[in-house]
């Protein structure tokens, strides 16, 4: 249930063309869907502003289809991360309009009434063209948040002047997140240039020594700038996120 669904309710309620006691049982009843293996978090866009985002690896096809089916003819925009291209084509089956971003591994089931673009000052920086997926995560996730999202991939350390060539456009955003894996340098260098929040976030791509990303998170959270915030390995939907959330709140 979203804010604008409850409204309709309540103004259904008022002219009468539902009784109290009908609102008081949809209420009631939409915290959540019990779908067996999955309880579907119906109330998390009247709380949070965004709709429970489903998390597809491990899902098997009879929980995704479940899910799917539950979503049928509810209001807002729904997110499927890290979807596989058969899950989608399962979501399809049920969806023919869902959207597919291959490169996010994003799915999402759109809203007509959505509105893209509302919050401005999201910047998306990647380190190098490995870490374009995890970027692409992030971006995309910012902008089903309403963001408007810029995007500045394949400037690492390795040629800071590349970085440096968007300082403009970085001391202008009002939340950026950086993406790098390697060392994982690029987060605090960008926080040293600009004055606004930066949330790192660290990649499995590099060499052994890299351990999966481990290396890049380490070198991050121990990084000496100040308005660093770092979120877990390859989790560039949970920046994303939370970018969208700094950007809706400073508008």
Do not use: W
């Amino acid at each position: 249930m979203t804010e604008r669904e409850l409204l309709e309710a309540l103004r259904a309620v008022k002219s009468g063309d539902m009784t109290p006691e009908s609102f008081v049982e949809q209420v009631k009843l939409e915290p959540f869907q019990d779908l067996g293996e999955v309880k579907l978090d119906h109330h998390r866009a009247l709380r949070r502003g965004v709709p429970e985002i489903i998390y597809c690896p491990g899902k098997s096809d009879e929980q995704l289809r479940a899910i799917a089916t539950a979503l049928d003819g509810r209001k807002g925009t729904f997110i499927f991360s890290r979807i596989s291209a058969f899950q989608v084509d399962l979501i399809r089956s049920l969806f023919p309009e869902v959207v597919h971003h291959e490169r996010a591994r994003i799915a999402a089931i759109v809203d007509g009434d959505e509105k893209r673009g509302l919050y401005s000052g999201v910047t998306v920086v990647a380190a190098g063209s490995s870490d374009v997926p995890v970027a692409e995560e992030a971006a995309v996730t910012a902008e089903y948040l309403g963001c408007e999202v810029r995007r500045i991939f394949d400037v690492g350390v390795a040629g800071i002047h590349r970085l440096l060539s968007y300082a403009d456009v970085l001391m202008s955003s009002k939340v950026i997140v950086a993406v790098a894996g390697m060392e994982g340098a690029l987060p605090g260098v960008v926080a040293g240039l600009v004055g606004c929040p930066v949330i790192a976030v660290p990649t499995s791509i590099g060499y052994g020594a890299n351990f999966g990303g481990l290396s890049a998170l380490l070198t991050m959270i121990n990084t000496c700038a100040t308005g660093v915030t770092v979120v877990n390995i390859d989790n560039g939907l949970g920046a994303g996120y939370t970018a969208g959330t700094i950007a809706r709140q400073s508008r």
